[in-house]
């Protein structure tokens, strides 16, 4: 199975803040990952897919990057609704996996 | 307009076996490249993916469940259906539906919360 290793565990960020999630998987997996967010008591939101495309419907301030096994989610500008938990997922190969999620609170 | 919707028995008792059927609308299970999936999500913890199944009935599980899935579709009513043989209290978890994009989940139900107790 692959790995999916996310960093960090939490973090808190200012209004306005640039903020950097990190989703390392243990092996190549060709860009094929996606990024969700997930606030109390909702289901997960994809926000990114391939990596870098961003989801229909999603603020232009969230972005995605990376490849080979490395990859991040930016948010510039941090807003009062980009608080929850982030989650990468590795959509190369079943079984499919998800890192362990990224919880983001504002300072 | 894409929505899904779970439903389940709530409670059930260690041993037993677990179904749960996700309703959907705004696409079909038997139009070229679409898919459905599952995953779960104990309280407070992280998502665990448990299966596919595709518009050519094309089914991907979750190995680590070691053959306690298994994943149904009926086209004719929009419903996808997903079983657990032999539950016990690691099971106890928010189970989750969603329409698959290529190997992502755009779509996702609301939930339904399952408790395996004595």
């Known amino acids: 199975d692959i790995q999916m290793t996310q960093s960090p565990a939490s973090l808190s960020a200012s209004l306005g803040e640039t903020v950097s999630i990190e989703c390392l998987a243990s092996?190549?997996?060709?860009?094929?990952l996606a990024w969700y967010q997930q606030k109390p008591g909702k289901s997960p939101q994809l926000l990114i897919y391939?990596?870098?495309s961003l989801q229909d419907g999603v603020p232009s301030r969230f972005s995605g990057s990376g490849s080979g096994t490395q990859y991040s989610l930016k948010i510039s500008g941090m807003q009062p609704e980009d608080e929850g938990v982030y989650y990468c997922?590795?959509?190369?190969?079943?079984?499919?996996?998800f890192g362990s999620g990224t919880k983001l609170e504002i300072k | 307009q894409v929505t899904l919707k779970e439903s389940g028995p709530g409670i059930l008792q260690p041993s037993q076996t677990l179904s749960l059927t996700c309703t959907f609308s705004?696409?079909?299970?038997?139009?070229?490249?679409?898919?459905v999936g599952w995953i779960r999500q104990p309280s407070g913890k992280g998502l665990e993916w448990l299966a596919n199944?595709?518009?050519?009935?094309?089914?991907y599980y979750n190995p680590s469940l070691k053959n306690r899935l298994t994943i149904s579709k009926d086209t004719s009513n929009n419903q996808a259906f997903l079983k657990i043989t032999n539950v016990d209290t690691a099971d106890t978890a928010t189970y989750y539906c969603?329409?698959?994009?290529?190997?992502?989940?755009?779509?996702w139900g609301q939930g339904v919360m399952v408790t395996v107790s004595s």
């Open positions: 997922q590795q959509g190369y190969k079943y079984p499919l996996t």
């Open positions: 092996e190549g997996i060709s860009n094929s």
């Open positions: 705004g696409f079909s299970l038997s139009t070229y490249g679409m898919g």
């Open positions: 969603a329409r698959i994009g290529t190997l992502y989940y755009p779509y």
């Open positions: 199944i595709w518009w050519d009935d094309d089914k």
């Open positions: 391939g990596a870098s």
